[in-house]
């Protein structure tokens, strides 16, 4: 009977492993990340790095959204800011930000 009961355990560790994996297979949705073009949106909150280089806003605008998300999660970043790079929204680069509180975010202690 411990025999079986060890077995059901290890399955069940198994699934819970395999279970934060999921947003990172294909056709998962992941985490929900807020995608903001806005400045004033992101303004408290903390810059991780920039995501993409230049991408145009044509129909293939959606690949190119997917794969900064994508990125932003991997970064451990919380919410996407897309940034026009002209006067109007013809391009844009994906900037990856940690806002509140968050699994990524990471606390620095300063002593004096």
Known sequence: ?????????GALGL????SAW?????????????VWDNSYDIMHCRKVRVVSEP???DAAFDQALDAMIGRTVALGGTDLYLRKNGHDWSSVTGVAYR???GPAR???IIKY
């Open 1 to 9: 009977m411990a025999l079986k009961a060890i077995k059901a355990l």
């Open 15 to 18: 699934l819970v492993g395999l």
């Open 22 to 34: 999921t947003p990172l297979l294909p056709g998962h949705p992941g985490p929900a990340i807020p």
């Open 55 to 57: 991408v145009y806003t």
């Open 99 to 101: 806002c509140g509180r």
């Open 106 to 108: 990471h606390n620095k």
